[in-house]
C-alpha cells in the first residue's frame, strides 16, 4: 500500500513544532573589522578627501607667474659673459600647469642681441610650448621629457629620453671623465617649420633666406656626449630660396672671397634641397644635400667631427654652387657678382671645368673656419688630404675629401 502524502499544515496548526533553522556562523574577526571600520572609516574619509582637495587647490593656486619669472632669472644668471658682448634674453607670456607632471608656456621669445650696435637683434619665438616629465621618472637624476612645440609657422614634435650607459652596466670599465651615467637619446619631427622667421640662419649666412622645413632627427648621444653620437637626420627645405633682393648680404668672414662684405642680390629660386646626414661615432656624414634649382645648383659634402665642447668640433666640408642662365639675366646686380666671382682669386681658382665653383670649408666650429679653392679651371677637385687639421683624429675615423666631378 502506497503511504499517503503529509498533508500540507493548516493555518490552524502549531508550527513551534517544526524543526528550529541553525543559526549562522559568524567569523568574529570578521566582525571586530566591521566594528572597527564604522568607528575609524569616516574620520580616514574626511582626512583623505581633505588632503585630496588640499592638494588640488594647492595646484590650482600655485604662483605659477614667480615660476616664470625664477626660470627668466635663473637663464640670464646662467648666461656666461660674451668677449664680444652679445647675449640673449629670454621672455616667458605665460606658463600653466597642465596635469601633474606637465607644463605649458605661451608666447615665448628668445632674443638674441648683437654686441655690434650696427646689428638688429633677432629673435625665436614660440607660441606654445608644451613640456611633460614621463611619471615613471619624475625622481630619477635623467628624466625623460615629451614636448610639442608650435612656432614659427609650424609644430616641432619630440621626445627626449635616457637609458644606463653601457660604460655604466660595466663595473670595469672606469667612467670617464665628464661622462654620464645615461645614454640620451633626442627624437624630433619637424612640420612645415618656416626658414622666413629663422634668426639664427639668417644671422649666419647674413642674408635673409625662406623655405619650410619637414622630416626627422634621431640621435642618441652614448653617455650624453656628442662626441659618442649615432643617429640620422632627414630633412626637407621646400621652396627654399636665398636673399630678398632689398637686405645685403653682411658677413665679414667672406669678405677674403666676395671682396665686400656688403652684396645685394636679386632672390636666388633653389626649390626643394633634400638633406641626409648619418651619424655614426660622433662623425656626421653628408649623404645628401644637394639641389638643382631655377636659378642656382649647389652641392654640400663632408662630414662634421663632433667635439666636447661642442665649440671644438671640426668642419671638413666640401661645397659647389653654379648659377644658372635664368639667374644670369636677372639685371645688372647678377652680372656684376659674376664678374665679381671671377675675379676673385680663390674662386677663380675653384672654378671647374663645368662652371661650378668648387671651396673647402675646414676648421673649428666655434671659430673662423678656412675657406679655400678644392677645384681647377681644368675641372678637377682638389683632394682635402688625409690630415688637413695637422692631427690625427680620433677612433680612426677618416677625413672626408672633397667633392669630386660628377
Given at each position: ?7 500540507s ?21 570578521l566582525e571586530?573589522?566591521?566594528?572597527l571600520a ?7 574619509g574626511?582626512?583623505?578627501w ?12 600655485f ?8 626660470v627668466?632669472?635663473d637663464f ?16 616667458i ?10 607644463i ?7 632674443t ?7 646689428k ?8 606654445e610650448?608644451r ?12 628624466k625623460?621629457?615629451?614636448?610639442s ?5 609650424g609644430?616641432?614634435d ?7 650607459a ?5 663595473a670595469?670599465?672606469p667612467p ?9 637619446t633626442?627624437?624630433l619631427?619637424l612640420?612645415n ?9 639668417r644671422?649666419a649666412i ?25 643617429g ?11 636673399s630678398?633682393?632689398v ?8 669678405k ?21 646626414i648619418?651619424?655614426?661615432?660622433g662623425v656626421?656624414r ?12 649647389v ?9 666636447e ?6 668642419l ?6 653654379k648659377?644658372?642662365?635664368?639667374y644670369?639675366k636677372?639685371?645688372d646686380?647678377?652680372?656684376?657678382l ?12 675653384g ?19 678656412q675657406i679655400?679653392?678644392a ?7 682638389a683632394p682635402?688630404?688625409p ?20
Open positions: 500500500m502506497n503511504a499517503e502524502p503529509n498533508p499544515p493548516s493555518l490552524g496548526d502549531d508550527l513551534s513544532a517544526t524543526p528550529d533553522v541553525a543559526d549562522k556562523v559568524t567569523d568574529p574577526r571586530r573589522a566591521k566594528e564604522r568607528t575609524i572609516g569616516p574620520w580616514v574626511y582626512t583623505t581633505f588632503l585630496f582637495a588640499l592638494l588640488l587647490f594647492a595646484y590650482w593656486t604662483p605659477w607667474d614667480r615660476v616664470r619669472d625664477r627668466v632669472a640670464t644668471r646662467s648666461q656666461p659673459p660674451s668677449p664680444t658682448g652679445a647675449r640673449q634674453i629670454l621672455s607670456g605665460k606658463l600653466e600647469p597642465s596635469w601633474l607632471t606637465g605649458v608656456l605661451t608666447d615665448v621669445s628668445l638674441t642681441v648683437s654686441g655690434d650696435p650696427t638688429s637683434p633677432t629673435s625665436l619665438r614660440a607660441d610650448i613640456a611633460r616629465v614621463a611619471f615613471g621618472t619624475v625622481f630619477s637624476a635623467a625623460d621629457v615629451s614636448f612645440i608650435h612656432a614659427l609657422g609644430s616641432i619630440g621626445a627626449l629620453t635616457h637609458k644606463a653601457a660604460a655604466a652596466k660595466d670595469k670599465a670617464a671623465k665628464g661622462a654620464s651615467p645615461f645614454d640620451s633626442l627624437h619631427e612640420d617649420v618656416s626658414l622666413d622667421d629663422f634668426g639664427p640662419i644671422d647674413g642674408v635673409p633666406v625662406g623655405g619650410t622645413i619637414k622630416g626627422s632627427i634621431d640621435l642618441t648621444l652614448g653617455e650624453s656626449r656628442a662626441d659618442k653620437a649615432d640620422n637626420i632627414d630633412l626637407t627645405i621646400d621652396g627654399f630660396w636665398v630678398n633682393g637686405v645685403p648680404f653682411k658677413v665679414p668672414a667672406l677674403a672671397v666676395f671682396g665686400s662684405e656688403d652684396i645685394t642680390l636679386p632672390k636666388i629660386d633653389i626649390g626643394s634641397m633634400p638633406i641626409e648619418a651619424v655614426k661615432d656626421a653628408i649623404t645628401k644635400w644637394a639641389a638643382t634649382g631655377k636659378d642656382l645648383d652641392n654640400l659634402d663632408g662630414q662634421i667631427m663632433f667635439r665642447p661642442s665649440s671644438l668640433s671640426e671638413q666640408l666640401g661645397l659647389r654652387f648659377f644658372n642662365d635664368s644670369k636677372k639685371g646686380a647678377t652680372a656684376g659674376l664678374l665679381l666671382l671671377d675675379s676673385e682669386p680663390k674662386l677663380k681658382a672654378k671647374r671645368a663645368d662652371g661650378f665653383y668648387a671651396l673647402r670649408v675646414v676648421g673649428p666650429l666655434g671659430g673662423a673656419p679655400m679653392p677645384g681647377g679651371a681644368g675641372g678637377t677637385v682635402m688630404g690630415n688637413p687639421f695637422g692631427r690625427t683624429p680620433t677612433r680612426g675615423v677618416p677625413h672626408a675629401g672633397a667633392p669630386t666631378q660628377e
